[in-house]
């Protein structure tokens, strides 16, 4: 009895993988990941929701005014190219893919001191609902400048940002937007405060005006 449910299990697992793998395929023969994922031009800019995580400080460097923190990304967004009818293949709704295969916002963070962003191993696959949504979690360790003045640390309070823009899409192409408002860490520890969804062009090389979003407010201590 064991013997023919451990074959069903089997028979079953293979099938979903052949499903998969043949939905893979038709999925990925003729894409591009270089392009914004829009069929049609009037579509409008491709909505980017993010949230991060503050997760822990790592150094402080007063005299440079730089602070260096770990952080989660979690972004989502729509691929108009990576759509399908679970019904055209057995009730497959869903699947994860290698990020490398997609195409993805070229998020930084924007006040970043020294261009030194690092993409912990964790960023390895998205994941592809039938809808088109994609969603992408991601690690990042990031160096951002602040106006420290520490001289009467613990008694005083310092205000820092973590600010998010595309590099070279503008608000035309690309339009963020803040999944939740705040983020709260553990007491006697750097607190991530409410902030106001700061948007606005800045200016980047090649006269790219990119939309600016405020993401994140760290109050000190």
């Known amino acids: 009895m064991n013997f023919y449910f451990a074959l069903l299990v089997f028979g079953l697992i293979t099938k979903s993988l052949c499903h998969q793998k043949a939905l893979l395929k038709h ?6 990941k270089e392009l914004r994922p829009i069929k049609h031009k009037s579509s409008g800019p491709t909505n980017v929701t993010v949230q991060l995580f503050f997760k822990q ?7 440079d005014q730089i602070l260096t923190l770990y952080c989660w990304l979690e972004e989502y967004w729509v691929d108009e190219f990576l759509q399908w009818n679970p019904a055209d293949w057995d009730g497959l709704e869903e699947m994860h893919v290698p990020a490398d295969m997609v195409w993805k916002p070229d998020l930084l963070v924007y006040n970043n001191a020294n261009m030194n962003v690092k993409d912990n191993e964790m960023q390895t696959n998205v994941l592809v609902q039938h809808t ?6 991601r690690a990042i360790i990031t160096d951002i400048t602040c106006d420290l003045d520490m001289q009467r640390f613990p008694y005083d309070q310092q205000i820092c940002f973590i600010m998010l823009a595309s590099w070279s899409y503008d ?26 969804h700061g948007v606005g062009p800045r200016r980047l090389p ?16």
């Open 132 to 137: 088109g949504k994609i969603s992408l979690f």
């Open 206 to 221: 090649l006269q790219v005006q990119p939309q600016v979003l405020r993401l994140l407010s760290l109050s000190l201590p």
């Open 27 to 32: 999925l990925f023969e003729d894409y591009r």
């Open 57 to 63: 400080i790592q150094k402080i460097e007063e005299n």
């Open 171 to 196: 608000g035309s192409q690309i339009m963020l937007q803040r999944r939740h408002l705040d983020e709260q860490v553990e007491s006697g520890q750097p607190r991530a405060l409410h902030s106001q």
